[in-house]
């Protein structure tokens, strides 16, 4: 295989952009997320620019698939630059609506392309991947983990709800986890994601360049993206394989499935009660406790709503009323607190609009979620 041509060439860029050749004249595109500074958070411009690539590469023949990665190893992508958001939302003068929705319709766009891409979309998940960056992840065909990926929908802890599409790919998954998952922002393990079905490859960290070697020996079908997927699956798999039993990795979903699909049944409300009354023993569990009784209780009601809303509903649906919603939030909810106490004055002691979930009403959800 030649070795990668680099096509966007300053070293700085947010995002870096790479052709890599293979056999027949073929070519694999390759995203790299470049900010580790910032675990790779997601700015508006590193949307701009994917988004940009994105489409070039939808119309070259000679790319038969798509490559997502993050510079460095502790994260593929933390999530989106909210701190660029709140500070629209919190500016001195009158602050404009438009740019928020601005930041989130297309990173929406974004994540809706990954997903409905024409072309074979791989993802190398590893460390952190959160918030955005799971909502890129997700929107992959091949969404590869490794021992230090770390995976997690976080928002509650600031005021939002999981959305880049978690209305959707959390529907697709098991109740009890995907209620956990979003009320809590556990960190799920490469074991949890794999159990989950939330990842589909598993692998070592140093497989990574043996994994892209591979992609070589794809059959791939610039014109039908199943026959290139169904090769590339084949490939990939007795890779996978080698990391099939990972005694070091916890695997909370199996562990812990029975203690918390329990507490999970019912009505907020009852969640909340259940979740203060519950004794966790692990650490994990303890910490799932506090970040959901620490959030934000308008969030918790708007998850478990918008979680039931869409549980039939199609992307296209998911992504308006995420839209709608996040915006709602940012401008009237809890946002400007949440990333105001977690990540820019940092005394993590939010004075959320709601000192519990008991005490939010109907209408209080209904100005953000309509029941109708």
Same mark, same amino acid.
């Given at each position: 295989m030649?070795?990668?041509?680099?096509?966007?060439k300053s070293?700085?860029?947010p995002?870096?952009v790479f052709e890599?050749?293979?056999k027949?004249?073929?070519?694999?595109?390759i995203?790299?997320l470049?900010?580790?500074a910032?675990?790779?958070?997601?700015?508006l411009q590193? &949307?701009?620019?994917?988004s940009q690539?994105l489409?070039?590469?939808?119309?070259?023949?000679a790319?038969v698939?798509v490559w997502l990665?993050?510079?460095g190893?502790?994260?593929?992508?933390a999530g989106?630059n909210v701190?660029?958001?709140y500070e629209? &939302?919190?500016a001195?003068e009158?602050?404009d609506?438009?740019?928020?929705?601005d930041?989130?319709?297309?990173?929406?766009?974004?994540d809706?392309?990954?997903?409905?891409?024409p072309k074979p979309?791989i993802c190398?998940?590893?460390?952190?991947?959160?918030?955005?960056?799971?909502?890129l992840?997700?929107?992959a065909?091949?969404r590869?983990?490794?021992?230090?990926s770390?995976?997690a929908?976080?928002e509650?802890?600031i005021g939002?709800?999981?959305?880049?599409?978690?209305?959707?790919?959390?529907n697709q998954i098991? @109740?009890?986890?995907?209620?956990?998952?979003?009320l809590t922002g556990?960190h799920?393990?490469?074991?949890d994601?794999?159990?989950l079905?939330?990842?589909n @490859?598993?692998v070592?960290?140093?497989?990574k360049?043996?994994?892209l070697?591979s992609?070589?020996? @794809?059959?791939?079908?610039?014109?039908d993206?199943?026959?290139?997927?169904v090769?590339?699956?084949?490939?990939?798999?007795?890779?996978?394989?080698?990391l099939?039993?990972?005694n070091h990795?916890d695997?909370?979903v199996?562990e812990?499935?029975?203690?918390?699909?329990?507490?999970? &049944?019912?009505?907020?409300?009852?969640?909340?009660q259940?979740?203060?009354?519950?004794?966790?023993e692990?650490?994990?569990?303890?910490?799932a406790k506090?970040?959901?009784l620490?959030?934000?209780?308008?969030?918790?009601?708007?998850?478990?709503?918008?979680?039931?809303?869409h549980?039939?509903s199609?992307?296209?649906q &998911?992504?308006?009323?995420?839209?709608?919603?996040i915006?709602?939030?940012?401008h009237?909810?809890?946002?400007a607190e949440?990333v105001?106490?977690?990540l820019?004055d940092?005394d993590?002691?939010?004075?959320w609009?709601?000192?519990? @979930?008991?005490?939010?009403?109907?209408e209080?959800?209904?100005?953000?979620?309509?029941f109708?």
């Amino acid at each position: 295989m030649h070795e990668i041509q680099l096509t966007n060439k300053s070293a700085d860029a947010p995002v870096r952009v790479f052709e890599k050749a293979l056999k027949d004249s073929h070519k694999l595109g390759i995203i790299r997320l470049n900010k580790p500074a910032s675990l790779n958070a997601l700015s508006l411009q590193m &949307v701009e620019l994917m988004s940009q690539q994105l489409q070039v590469w939808k119309d070259d023949e000679a790319i038969v698939a798509v490559w997502l990665e993050g510079e460095g190893e502790r994260a593929f992508c933390a999530g989106g630059n909210v701190v660029e958001v709140y500070e629209s &939302v919190v500016a001195a003068e009158r602050p404009d609506p438009a740019v928020v929705e601005d930041y989130f319709k297309k990173e929406y766009a974004l994540d809706f392309c990954l997903h409905t891409y024409p072309k074979p979309v791989i993802c190398w998940g590893q460390g952190i991947v959160m918030g955005g960056g799971m909502g890129l992840f997700m929107a992959a065909d091949v969404r590869v983990v490794t021992e230090t990926s770390r995976l997690a929908m976080p928002e509650i802890t600031i005021g939002l709800f999981p959305d880049v599409g978690a209305s959707y790919f959390l529907n697709q998954i098991d @109740v009890t986890w995907a209620r956990f998952i979003a009320l809590t922002g556990c960190h799920l393990s490469c074991s949890d994601a794999m159990a989950l079905g939330m990842a589909n @490859v598993l692998v070592s960290q140093e497989s990574k360049k043996a994994l892209l070697e591979s992609l070589d020996k @794809v059959h791939w079908d610039g014109r039908d993206k199943e026959r290139s997927l169904v090769s590339l699956k084949q490939l990939i798999s007795p890779l996978s394989q080698r990391l099939s039993s990972l005694n070091h990795v916890d695997n909370h979903v199996k562990e812990h499935t029975s203690e918390i699909a329990p507490l999970m &049944v019912g009505s907020i409300e009852e969640i909340d009660q259940k979740i203060r009354q519950w004794k966790p023993e692990t650490a994990w569990l303890k910490k799932a406790k506090q970040s959901f009784l620490s959030g934000s209780a308008l969030s918790a009601h708007i998850i478990l709503r918008q979680l039931e809303v869409h549980r039939q509903s199609s992307l296209h649906q &998911v992504f308006d009323s995420e839209l709608n919603l996040i915006t709602a939030l940012c401008h009237k909810g809890d946002f400007a607190e949440g990333v105001r106490a977690l990540l820019v004055d940092k005394d993590k002691s939010p004075t959320w609009r709601f000192s519990s @979930v008991t005490s939010v009403n109907l209408e209080d959800v209904e100005q953000f979620l309509p029941f109708n």
